[in-house]
């Protein structure tokens, strides 16, 4: 049976530090979107901030769908699963999360991650999620397994390719996700303010990041593009609104004119 806890408690702080991996699942609002949950690790690499927020540390990955959900709406759901030895259980951290890139964090955020995390090449961001609900179901059903090891592949990688790489990488992987939504690499842009935009590419199935001089033909004409779906959203919620009015004021009439011929019928 599942329970709803008013914050993080002592047996939850000891829970959430023994894991392994988490889940981290978000969505964006259009139904024509994706959603997506992403498996994170080490467990190190989330910190309980007080009890009702906590923060993780983002590696580079091929791909950046929480952080374009997370611009957009904020909506973020973690989830922890003891999959090894010990009482079953499952604990769900509902909230809002703000992203907060590796190169505007604070020393006091980042004293609390692992320096091996934080001095990584694929170090990206930290997500800090503001809690409104904790809680708890059974997990009776789920495996017990044997922890062995981490795999070093992404750490062997990303030390390889060293930061300038990974920024290059991140431009190209973690500009958008793969419904074209604003993602890592065009607010890093953005923050730099770079002399050059991050354009779409779509590619089997993913929109990858493309470096584009800002005084190009192509960022003359994203800019009109965006301008003109902007005008365009806005007309047709104008426009909506109006047929919606003149709706309400013909029904309006109508059920005057109803009350009226029964009251005359009444006479």
Same mark, same amino acid.
């Given at each position: ?91 769900? &951290? ?7 890139? %590796? *190169?505007? #964090? ?5 004293? $609390? ?68 939504? &604003? ?7 953005? %923050? *730099?303010? #770079? ?5 779409? $590419? ?66």
């Amino acid at each position: 049976m599942g329970k709803v806890l008013d914050c993080i408690g002592d047996q939850d702080v000891e829970f959430i530090e023994k894991q392994k991996v988490f889940f981290v699942a978000t969505a964006p609002l259009s139904k024509d979107h994706h959603v997506n949950v992403s498996p994170k690790s080490p467990g190190s690499s989330l910190v309980i901030l007080d009890p009702h927020k906590v923060a993780y540390l983002d590696l580079t990955g091929s791909g950046s769908e929480s952080a374009a959900h997370v611009l957009e709406n904020g909506r973020m759901t973690i989830l922890f699963c003891n999959l090894e030895e010990g009482p079953p259980k499952i604990l769900r &951290l509902h909230g809002t999360a703000k992203v907060v890139l %590796r *190169e505007d #964090a604070d020393t006091d955020l980042l004293s $609390k991650f692992p320096t091996d995390l934080t001095s990584s090449p694929g170090f990206r961001a930290v997500f800090v999620v503001q809690l409104n609900r904790v809680s708890l179901s059974c997990g009776f059903s789920m495996p017990v397994m044997k922890f062995e090891s981490y795999r070093q592949i992404l750490k062997n990688k990303t030390e390889g390719q060293g930061r300038q790489k990974m920024l290059d990488y991140n431009i190209k992987m973690n500009s958008f996700s793969i419904d074209g939504m &604003l993602s890592i690499g065009v607010l890093r842009t953005e %923050r *730099e303010q #770079a002399g050059y935009r991050i354009m779409r $590419k779509p590619t089997d199935g993913y929109v990858y990041g493309v470096k584009v001089p800002k005084n190009s033909l192509g960022s003359v004409m994203e800019d009109l593009k965006n301008k003109v779906q902007s005008q365009l959203k806005f007309d047709l919620y104008g426009f909506s609104m109006l047929l919606l009015g003149a709706a309400l004021a013909t029904l309006f009439q109508w059920s005057w004119q109803q009350q009226c011929t029964e009251q005359s019928a009444e006479l």
